[in-house]
């Protein structure tokens, strides 16, 4: 029976099919052999591929068997971790009957294991550059009341970056799970790159594979997403709305129906989007429905926005149709401060060819 722990990523349990060299998740993920990969410490992990009923590459997996230290103090490990489409920890779950010890054989409490999802999604940690026995305080005895045994705490200087009672255990899983074949998931992945996958993950919600596609892909490529590009624009993230910015194809800036949807969500968008936004504008042409979303936003705008829009809408003179006019004067009259420049615009408007 299979007990899970779970703290970011809900995941289903195992349930090995009939079908050879075929395994279907719980909740419907299906598991296919990706690649073998052998540790520095000779551990040989079976990697395998979780994919949606759909076929689409969702995660990846593998079984963890190991000992975690030479005496009798520490118990061996058994759990399956889970990585994502990035080589990035996710989730682990053990067997019931073997749970997650500490020292002494003390099973894992529920906040140890919140901590030791923290520590394990931490691919930076400091724990990169020490050995485990770097991390034990030798002038501190700790006496087993279990086994014939004695050991060392843990020393002050590591307190927040293991599981206390725990460092052998924290220390070998951190280095597997965020060791070599993290980079060899990665590159795995690299090969699965399909308009699909592509498409997926840039819709995924998930603004590490957002960022990995905007950035990893050649322009030439991503030309074939921009409407999923532009909708990025209106994400809450600090640097992938920017970033979404900057790999919209310029041919595409001068299409009507590109600018109302780069538009769309203009009001709503973070305040240095707009700016950026209206920046890039400046180098346009803009269509008719592109300067009317803009003067609808008119009341939303701080004075410098609204300067800016103005000067676009001076720019593009020859777009501003009738009821586009009559869509100026309203807000006009709703707001007396841009009436000048309303009257400008208009004055403007009529005097055109």
């Not at 409490?109 to 030798?138: C, F, G, P, Q, W």
Request: net charge neutral; proline share 5%.
């Amino acid at each position: 029976m299979i007990k899970r722990i779970t703290f970011l990523l809900l995941l289903p349990a195992v349930l090995l099919s009939a079908i050879p060299g075929l395994a279907q998740e719980k909740d419907g993920y299906i598991t296919n052999p990706a690649f073998s990969f052998r540790t520095d410490k000779g551990l040989l992990l079976n990697v395998q591929l979780l994919s949606d009923p759909e076929k689409m590459p969702a995660l990846y997996a593998a079984q963890i068997i190991t000992t975690v230290c030479s005496d009798s103090l520490c118990k061996p490990v058994n759990l399956r971790v889970y990585w994502n489409l990035l080589g990035h920890f996710v989730d682990y779950k053990t067997p019931e009957n073997q749970p997650l010890t500490k020292f002494d054989h003390v099973v894992f409490t529920a906040a140890d294991h919140k901590k030791l999802h923290v520590i394990l999604a931490d691919d930076r940690s400091m724990l990169k550059d020490y050995e485990a026995e770097d991390m034990i305080d030798r002038s501190v005895k700790v006496y087993s009341g279990k086994v014939d045994g004695v050991t060392g705490a843990t020393s002050k200087s590591f307190q927040d970056v293991v599981v206390p009672g725990a460092v052998y255990t924290v220390h070998t899983l951190w280095h597997i799970v965020n060791g070599p074949v993290a980079a060899r998931i990665l590159e795995h992945t690299r090969k699965l790159l399909d308009d699909r996958l592509i498409r997926s993950m840039l819709t995924s919600g998930n603004v590490d594979y957002q960022r990995f596609i905007l950035t990893e892909l050649p322009d030439a490529q991503l030309k074939n997403f921009v409407p999923d590009i532009i909708g990025l624009i209106a994400g809450k993230d600090e640097w992938i709305p920017l970033l979404a910015l900057e790999k919209i194809p310029g041919a595409r800036w001068k299409d009507a129906a590109a600018q109302q949807l780069i538009l769309h969500n203009f009001p709503g968008l973070r305040l240095e989007v707009q700016n950026t936004l209206l920046q890039k504008l400046k180098e346009q042409p803009l269509h008719t429905a592109a300067l009317k979303i803009l003067v609808h936003s008119l009341d939303k705008l701080d004075k410098h926005q609204v300067d800016k829009v103005f000067d676009l809408l001076a720019t593009n003179i020859l777009f501003i149709d009738e009821a586009l006019e009559k869509d100026l004067s309203a807000q006009a009259g709703s707001n007396p401060l841009i009436a000048p420049r309303v009257d400008e615009i208009l004055k403007s408007a009529r005097r055109r060819p």
